[in-house]
């Protein structure tokens, strides 16, 4: 492995922002130790004393602010700053692969602060959004994918999403990825062996014999890409919007879904007019339910904003829970919503069924008041995602868009290799599609990539990642 050293010593703090009880400052790059060397106050351990992966107990000293308020008060006098534990990670034995240097200090949002301005003082500059990440990459301790599943750990929101990118992180997708590439790399490497020996006979029995290896490779691949559908529910959870006439008991149901008092509930018909959006695990996946204005003509202008914002919420939803009044039959206002959502994907609801149920028409019955109806409800829900449940079973989920078009983009240049051999062009031709689908490929895992594709991906990060 070849490790690069990128020049310069980079710094930020790594643990959320306010108070917490511990902080943590990372100092990467070549001259790490150096900058540290500056900042740390140890009467037994000097730096040069420090061994790799050690935790050390010391003091953090130095100029705390760039711009002292009173500037006759600017001496260079360092000052103690923090009690902290320090470690140096000896490269390439790092996350980063170079010199890292973790302070674990007191974690108050003044002295993170203060340290990383002292470290930043003695020399580091403040790290990019996914910079330590990006370093990573580029010395070679993970790959594109492995590097985007830190990022879908940090951001996971339930309990699948965390499990798909720890499997991310540990490479079952790159493995995939590396699996295809190889085949195809060796079904290139025979096509242009044809290239070379062109007699007829041959690339006759040849063609036969490349097309049905090729197509083992875009079945895996499409099988894969298929994941997706699934997937994104995964990593991105589930926008579900609630969605009715006045009064069915939305609100209601949002509450008992979410098994606290969220939103307001009453009689009086129109009393919803903000979005309301709540978060609710089930099946270990992160469902975000919107509640929404009843729709029907309004009554007044500020009703009407609340129905329009009820009409974009559902154009920007998963699916939409159309809640209809179980006990009564079904209105006019009922019918125009029906209509208004036929094409989404929904799931009717009958709420109020402790009163009666006279709709035949509805997926299911509920009781937002009684909790009737509410666990098949969630299973529906459950269900509306996981019709394979990719996860369960032994294969890999894509979910990633990026990865999703990059698949596709693989399938169809290896479907022109197809093609190519159904008209028994030739093996120049096919040699050809089979480098682009392979290109495609590599893009996925960050073999061949470009430093836009790099800023996109690490900008998204968060500043110490
Ligand atoms: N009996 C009964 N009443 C309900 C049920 N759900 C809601 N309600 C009542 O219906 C009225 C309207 O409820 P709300 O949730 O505000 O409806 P929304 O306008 O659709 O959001 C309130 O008086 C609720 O107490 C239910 O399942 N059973
Ligand atoms: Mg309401």
Redesign the pocket.
């Known amino acids: 492995m070849t490790v690069q050293i990128m020049n310069e010593v980079i710094a930020a703090i790594s643990t959320p922002a306010g108070a917490g009880a511990v902080g943590m400052i990372r100092i990467s790059g070549e001259g790490a130790k150096r900058v540290f060397a500056r900042v740390w106050i140890s009467e037994y351990n000097s730096v040069d004393k420090l061994e790799t992966h050690r935790f050390y107990y010391g003091k953090i000293a130095g100029l705390s602010t760039d711009k002292p308020a009173i500037p006759s008060l600017s001496r260079d006098l360092p000052k103690s700053i923090d009690n902290v534990l320090a470690v140096w990670m000896k490269a390439p034995h790092s996350y980063t692969g170079e010199d890292v240097i973790e302070i674990h200090c007191h974690g108050g949002a003044f002295s993170t602060k203060a340290v990383l301005s002292a470290v930043l003082n003695a020399g580091a500059r403040p790290a990019n959004p996914g910079e330590f990440t990006r370093r990573a990459f580029l010395n070679n301790k993970m790959d594109l994918v492995q590097a985007e599943g830190v990022a879908d750990i940090i951001n996971a929101s339930s309990e699948r999403a965390l499990r798909i990118a720890e499997e991310q992180l540990n490479g079952k997708l790159s493995k995939e990825i590396l699996a295809a590439e190889e085949e195809l790399k060796s079904t290139k490497a025979f096509v242009e062996a044809t290239i070379d020996f062109p007699e007829e006979d041959i690339e006759m029995i040849e063609h036969e014999k490349i097309g049905s290896q090729i197509a083992i490779v875009h079945k895996r691949l499409k099988k894969l890409s298929d994941t997706y559908s699934e997937g994104k529910f995964y990593r991105e959870g589930v926008r579900v919007a609630?969605i009715?006439?006045?009064?069915?008991?939305?609100?209601?149901?949002?509450?008992?879904l979410v098994g606290s008092d969220r939103?307001?509930?009453?009689?009086?018909?129109?009393?919803?007019r903000d979005i309301i959006e709540e978060d609710v695990q089930i099946d270990g996946i992160n469902f975000k339910l919107i509640?929404t204005?009843?729709l029907r003509d309004a009554l007044c202008e500020i009703e009407k904003i609340g129905i329009e914002h009820a009409r974009r919420r559902l154009a920007g939803a998963d699916l939409a829970l159309v809640?209809l009044?179980?006990?009564a039959c079904l209105t006019s206002e009922d019918e125009k919503i029906l209509e208004e959502t036929k094409n989404v994907s929904r799931i009717l609801v009958a709420?109020?069924?402790?009163?009666c149920s006279v709709l035949p028409i509805a997926d299911i019955q509920?009781?937002?008041?009684?909790g009737?109806g509410l666990d098949l409800l969630k299973e529906k829900l459950a269900g509306f995602v996981g019709v394979h449940n990719f996860s369960e079973a032994e294969g890999t989920v894509v979910t990633n868009l990026r990865h999703k078009k990059a698949l596709d983009e693989t399938i169809s240049f290896l479907d022109k290799a197809g093609e190519s051999i159904i008209k028994k062009e030739s093996a120049e031709f096919i040699a050809f599609h089979m480098q682009s689908a392979m290109n495609s490929l590599a893009g996925i895992t960050g073999e061949v990539t470009t430093e836009d594709v790099l800023n996109e991906i690490f900008s998204k990060f968060c500043i110490g990642k």
């Open positions: 609630i009715g006439k006045p009064n069915v008991g939305k609100s209601s149901l949002l509450n008992s939103a307001i509930v009453h009689q009086t018909p129109g009393t919803t509640d204005a009843g809640v009044d179980g006990s709420n109020k069924c402790d009163i509920v009781s937002a008041k009684t009737a």
